[in-house]
Nanobody
């Protein structure tokens, strides 16, 4: 059984930076595609960034492109999300997730494992 634990969230001001971490245990995740999702109150969960197993390919939602950077350290079984130039609309609970099949990662139902989430609040 895979367990994912997110950390690094908090309350910041617009323009600040945060770095989220997702530490995995129970299985080596070096061969899996992983993503960060977020969910704001009253909104659907949206995929923010995705990284393939090797780390060589990444995807970003248009809303965060150029501001967020996803990375992973397979030796530490950990994934990161560096968030710069934060905006109030980035306020959400952020979740890390592991795709069931590495080639399918677009939708929430493509993911087998989820963390408990970490709150990010950006004040204006």
């Amino acid at each position: 059984q895979v367990q994912l634990v997110e950390s690094g969230g908090g309350l910041v001001q617009a323009g600040d930076s945060l770095r989220l971490s997702c530490a995995a245990s129970g299985r080596a995740l070096s061969s899996y595609t992983m993503s960060w999702f977020r969910q704001a109150p009253g909104k659907d969960r949206e995929r923010v960034a995705t990284i393939v197993s090797s780390g060589r390919s990444t995807y970003y939602a248009d809303s965060v492109k150029g501001r967020f950077t996803i990375s992973r350290d397979n030796a530490r079984n950990t994934m990161y999300l560096q968030m710069n130039s934060l905006k109030p609309e980035d306020t959400a609970v952020y979740y890390c997730a592991v795709a069931s099949v590495s080639s399918r990662y677009l939708f929430t139902y493509d993911y087998a494992y989820w963390g408990q989430g970490t709150q990010v609040t950006v004040s204006s």
